[in-house]
């Protein structure tokens, strides 16, 4: 991996003529990555589950960045027949780079429309089915790049193939820990198949450390713990890093030249905060068994095959 002492979004290579999907860019490390791609010259979509959301960034972004390439495309990770519409939608011919961002966080046990636990359906599934549906798109683009979003809180759990959607147990914060380290096996995975195909695609991961985001919160607003939800607040005010600097990870894995395949981007003090560096991975997220038995799960539970990697 380069260098990353001291790098900024000031280091974000030119992106004029690239195309780049952002999920989850209405708020948070998403809206900073598309605002920040778009700045510099990309035509950046924001695919976002709320319609009216994704709207009010769009034009955030074109207020800060006039004459910004962007557009709101609807896509919920939740449903899977909204992930298929998305790329359906998508008629470019090529795809430069897919950032994978959408998330939510230790929310009470729910499913999905499609009946998986929420977590894993939105932190992981989702994105694996997206990531297929438009595989044949990166693959038609040199040096394209697929950035998942992961988080330093991977390493409390690995993923359980045998309750891959917490049906006998659900504990909230260990089931976001699996999320997070299956989106690490997909990552190693893709990268693996990538790789063996002689694709000039990317694989890459990165994770924002504690940046101050609506992901905190939003468990404890859904259930209505106002405690929970004002000490996660100030939790946000006080020690976490801006959006801004929790997006460095993602800008870094998604422009700076010599990224890595399977590479994991974090801040650099502490995987907390500070400028991108290689961050620490649990040793099971590089597990090729695990990667491929997540993938082949993972295939049977979304219907998406991957075809164009088929080896």
Known sequence: MPSTTGWTRHDIPDQSGRTAVVTGANSGIGLVTAGELARRGARVLLAC????????????????????????????????????????SYTPGTLDLLVNNAGVMALPYGRTAD?????????????????????????????????????????????????????????????????????????HELARRLREAGADVVAAAAHPGYAATNLQTAGARMEGRRTAERLAELGNRVFAQSAE???????????????????????????????????????????????????????????????DLKR
């Open 115 to 187: 009946g998986f636990e929420t977590q894993f359906g939105i932190n992981h599934l989702g994105h694996f089915a997206l990531t297929g549906l438009l595989a044949g798109k990166l693959l038609h683009t040199p040096g394209a790049r697929v950035v998942t979003v992961s988080s330093g809180m991977h390493a409390l759990a690995n993923v359980d193939m045998g309750d891959l959607n917490s049906e006998r147990r659900y504990h909230r914060w260990v089931a976001y820990a699996r999320s997070k380290t299956a989106n690490l096996l997909f990552t």
């Open 245 to 307: 600097a929790g997006a460095l990870p993602t800008l870094y894995a998604a422009t700076a030249p010599g990224v890595r395949p399977d590479s994991f981007t974090g801040p650099r003090l502490m995987g907390m905060r500070g400028a991108p560096a290689p961050s620490r991975r649990a040793g099971w997220t590089l597990n090729d068994a695990a990667g491929e038995r997540l993938w082949v799960a993972s295939e049977q539970l979304t219907g998406v095959t991957y075809d």
């Open 49 to 88: 589950r709320s319609g009216a959301r994704g709207r009010q960034a769009v034009e955030r972004i074109r207020r800060q960045v006039p004459g910004a390439d962007v557009e709101f495309r609807p896509l919920d990770l939740a449903d899977l027949s909204s992930v298929r519409a998305f790329a359906e």
